[in-house]
């Protein structure tokens, strides 16, 4: 199997490579880019730089830059978009930053235009926004901490902790640029309690088309601030995020528990989310035949246990897990059980199937990690991701569980990967801010995380299709996060009535439309 992914890779490099002499010119030529006075950090022509930013962790699109900057300070990068922007050449060229590369359709892409490697500055010992420092707010009574948006999140985890304190919201996996989440969301089990990523942000550095670096907050240059939270990018590229600490667990309990019913598995979690205080974490899985529990999810479960519920998914076809957390340090060890059982108490899963676990914060928050790594070493992480993530309105739910999970998951007999699904709330976004979810006060985020091989990622990427399909068919009012479109009509119709508050901004912060062209949002 491992071969057979490498294979692959090989097939799609050297493709690429051929492809260059008919995808047309680079809008910015050689010559250019040779007399700024960043020539030395630009990788140009065909080269092992442009080939691998020429796609991200989908492995779905590719697109060739004409240059990859590795910049040594945040001049460099104000040095390159002034160029762009300032009138000097013929035409325009777009730039696009990359964080840790994990977008699947292209978002950190700029064909013929420059693509910017954000973690070289975290690689330079002279820029200072690569350091994260953890400070005391006085006036407000809080800790806060000052993170480059090339800094990954487990490394913000890290340095955090160091102080006993950490970030409130998190993303299920934790090496992705802190730039990269701010510009989709960032959402998790967590979401829910404290919101996405881009609702625990006090101030950011960006800098704009302008090649100006400006420092914005909710109450300095806000629309600015409000536009470039979960704006994919089009706005300005995200140098510095303020985020807001707490004092950190430093253990939690994980419960899982099962069900063959899906309303009450959705009343149950519905419950657990609306508890003042209760829990720290919600989410819920699919389990069915075609995917049994081996995934990187399922490391929770013991040998035992999984033959346990293989026995359950034969029966029923199709169960669903719903996952708990409850934070707890050495003061409240005494206390957490009889919390959860009190929050527990009253929830409808098949009896007999709950299952327990105990384990370290910090181990917990970074738990794709190991699968990650088992994935890696049988070459099966870096291959094509056909994703899809979804918000669905909490009143389609079940209507989407029947024409989706039940009749194009379970039929079709395609899943190769973890189906997430589970409630957040609506009053912990901020709606100012550029990402659309459904209007409902209760929605869902469902993830289709699919791994495919590099010859068959199409038949999924289908089976995607068909149900955006259903979902518009049946009215269902569904909204893609980490959207991808391939007509301006279908980003009008996603932005709804935001289309024109995105469009007036592109048209103030960026109207040569130079920043992250990958998404083709205004062609």
């Known amino acids: 199997m491992a071969k057979l992914y490498s294979l692959g890779y090989l097939v799609i490099f050297f493709t690429i490579s051929r492809l260059v002499s008919i995808i047309g010119k680079p809008s910015i030529t050689n010559e250019v880019l040779s007399h700024l006075d960043i020539a030395t950090r630009l990788s140009v022509n065909i080269s092992d730089a442009t080939i691998a930013t020429s796609t991200d962790f989908g492995k779905l699109v590719q697109e060739i830059p004409a240059a990859v900057l590795y910049p040594s300070s945040i001049h460099d990068i104000v040095k390159l978009i002034n160029y762009s922007n ?30 910017v490697v954000m973690s070289s500055l975290n690689n330079n010992n002279n820029n200072n926004n690569g350091k994260i420092g953890v400070f005391w707010e006085s006036s407000l009574g809080f800790y806060y901490a000052d993170v480059g948006g090339e800094q990954l999140r487990i490394d913000v985890l890290h340095a955090t902790l160091e102080h006993g304190l950490a970030p409130v919201s998190w993303t299920d996996y934790l090496y992705l640029s802190v730039g990269g989440t701010l510009s989709n969301a960032g959402i998790s089990g967590q979401t829910f309690k404290y919101g996405p990523q881009i609702s625990n942000v006090l101030e950011m550095d960006v800098i704009t088309r302008k090649g100006e670096l400006v420092t914005c907050s909710k109450r300095t240059n806000s629309e600015l601030f409000f536009a470039v939270l979960g704006s994919l990018g089009q706005f300005g590229i995200i140098i510095r995020a303020r985020i807001v600490l707490e004092k950190a667990p430093t253990r939690v309990r994980v419960v899982r528990v099962l069900y063959s019913d899906f309303s009450k598995f959705t009343r149950d979690q519905e419950k657990l989310i609306s508890i003042n205080d209760g829990m720290d974490y919600v989410e819920g899985s699919l389990m069915m035949n075609q995917s049994p529990p081996n995934n990187w999810r399922s490391s929770f479960f013991s040998t035992s246990n999984q033959s346990k519920i293989l026995s359950l998914i034969s029966k029923y076809g199709i169960i669903y897990c719903l996952e708990m957390v409850k934070y707890y340090d050495d003061q409240t060890a005494n206390t957490v059980d009889k919390e959860l059982q009190k929050m527990m108490r009253g929830l409808n899963f098949v009896f007999g199937h709950i299952f327990k676990k105990d384990t370290a914060f910090v181990h917990f928050l970074n738990r794709v990690r190991s699968g990650e790594l088992m994935l890696q070493s049988k070459g099966m992480w870096d291959v094509p991701h056909p994703w899809l993530n979804l918000f669905v309105p909490k ?88 959207p991808h479109y391939k007509t301006k009509e279908a980003w009008m119709n996603h932005f709804g009535k935001k289309w024109k508050i995105f469009q007036q901004r592109k048209s103030q912060f960026d109207p040569k439309m130079i920043l992250s062209p990958g998404q083709k949002i205004f062609i």
């Open 86 to 115: 300032n009138g000097a050449i013929s035409a325009p060229f777009g730039v696009a930053a990359r964080g840790h590369g994990h977008s699947v359709r292209g978002q950190a892409m700029s064909p013929n235009g420059v693509v």
């Open 395 to 482: 009143s389609s739910i079940m209507d989407f569980n029947v024409g989706v999970f039940l009749d194009i998951i379970l039929r079709q007999n395609k899943s190769t990967g973890p189906i997430l699904v589970y409630p957040t709330t609506r009053k912990r976004w901020d709606d100012r801010m550029s990402v659309v979810i459904p209007e409902e006060d209760t929605f869902y985020c469902v993830g289709l995380l699919h791994s495919s091989r590099f010859n068959d990622w199409e038949v999924l990427d289908g089976q995607n299709e068909e149900i955006i399909n259903c979902c518009e068919k049946a009215g269902l009012n569904v909204k893609q996060y980490l």
